[in-house]
Every structure is written in C-alpha cells, then in structure tokens.
C-alpha cells in the first residue's frame, strides 16, 4: 500500500527565499507524481505533473524533481512570494489511476 | 476553458437526509473521480469512473454512498441517509485517459458538506 510523507509540516518564511519541499512515497511503481496547491478554502490547483521517466518538471518559478528508485520528490519554488502563501500536496500515481495524497506542506511567506 | 465544476459549494443538512453532489468535469475528459477531504484522514479517493463506468469504488465508505454517471457531463454522489461523520469537503477531479499517455487530474472547488 502506498504510504505518503511530506517534510516539513509546516513552514515560515520571509519574502525572497528559495524554498525546498519534499516528498517521500513508499512504492516507488509509479507512472507520474503530481505536485498540487490548496488555498484556504479552494480546491486544488495542479503545479506541476513529472512523469517516471524524467527527472524534472519546470513551471516558471516552480521546479519539481524526482528519484523515483528511492521514492523521493521535491519541489523547489524559487524567490519566494507573499502570494506562494498555501498548502503544497505531491500526489504519485500509480497503475491504477489512483493519487494517493500526502498530508501536505502549509507554506507561510512573510512580506 | 471551464473547469471542474461542483454544486453546491456549500451544503448543511441534518442527520438522515439525504444529499446529492454534483459534478460536470472538463469537456473531453473520460476520467472522472470522487475524493474526500478531512482534517483526520486528508485527501481520499472515494470512487473513480471510466468512459462513464465505474472502475473502483473501493473506497466507498459503506453502503450509504452512492455514485453514478450517467453520461459523459455529469456525475453524483449520494449519501442516504447522512450522518454527522459524513461531514467532509468533496471534491470531483477528471483527467483525459489513453493508453501510455499520462495527464494531470484536475479539480473542482468541492463541496463542503456539513451534517449536523
């Protein structure tokens, strides 16, 4: 069974850093992973999808990357903003189209 | 393009209604599933449906649930009766699936339900 875990919980930071998220996934049969952003209140908001065979995925300030052999993830965001401001969920899939979903990471970027 | 889009936004019923939830995925899209978000358990995928047939749903929590879809539009899910730890956020996501291509699943804003 596919067990998720993402590191840090919770995070603080001022305006400007570059930050670091990871995820980790215990069944490394994958066909992609999918990193997601959650707003109070919304729903989800697809960031960046990386498929098994690449190694890493870039949108704009967003860079996501994958070690698929040891089950590890990470997003990189890039010059921090106040806006980035949410919660960030990595999502694998495996055969069966299911995403199984971590507890996320609650991202605070102060101005 | 239109979204995912949920109806209603908001639901607060009593205890033993029922409640139907509504979902229309992206046009195009042949993949379609139910999750649920808690606080205690996060995100669960509640029942996914392929070219309008169901191909998991073992993640239905009891015989109270139900999900259909109809047709290629528009999906339910129903709970009868309800019960108070029914109250969650349900969302319905959908994806385009073919044979080795991969992409992402999309979400609706979800339904927060609450059963008092």
């Known amino acids: 069974k596919q067990e998720v875990t993402q590191i840090p919980a919770a995070l603080s930071v001022p305006e400007g850093e570059n930050l670091v998220l990871n995820c980790s996934f215990t069944d490394s049969a994958i066909y992609n992973l999918q990193w997601f952003r959650q707003d109070p209140g919304k729903g989800l908001t697809s960031l960046l999808l990386?498929?098994?065979?690449?190694r890493e995925q870039t949108s704009g300030r967003l860079n996501a990357s994958l070690d698929k052999s040891s089950g590890r993830s990470t997003l990189y965001i890039a010059a921090s903003q106040p806006g980035d401001s949410a919660t960030y969920l990595c999502?694998?899939?495996?055969?069966?189209?299911?995403?199984?979903f971590g507890s996320g990471t609650r991202l605070l970027v102060r101005p | 393009d239109a979204g995912v889009i949920q109806s209603p936004r908001h639901e607060v019923t009593e205890m033993g209604q029922e409640v139907t939830l509504r979902c229309k995925p992206i046009s195009g899209h042949n993949s379609l599933f139910w999750y649920r978000q808690t606080m205690m358990r996060g995100l669960e995928l509640l029942i996914y449906?392929?070219?309008?047939?169901?191909?998991?749903d073992s993640g239905m929590p009891e015989d109270r649930f139900s999900a259909k879809m109809p047709n290629a539009s528009f999906s339910t899910l129903k709970i009868q009766p309800s019960e108070p730890r029914d109250s969650a956020v349900y969302f319905c996501a959908s994806t385009q699936r073919t044979q080795g291509n991969n992409q992402p699943q999309h979400f609706g804003d979800g339904t927060r339900l609450s059963i008092l």
């Open positions: 999502a694998p899939r495996g055969s069966s189209y299911k995403l199984i």
């Open positions: 990386i498929q098994s065979s690449q």
């Open positions: 449906f392929n070219n309008n047939v169901p191909i998991d």
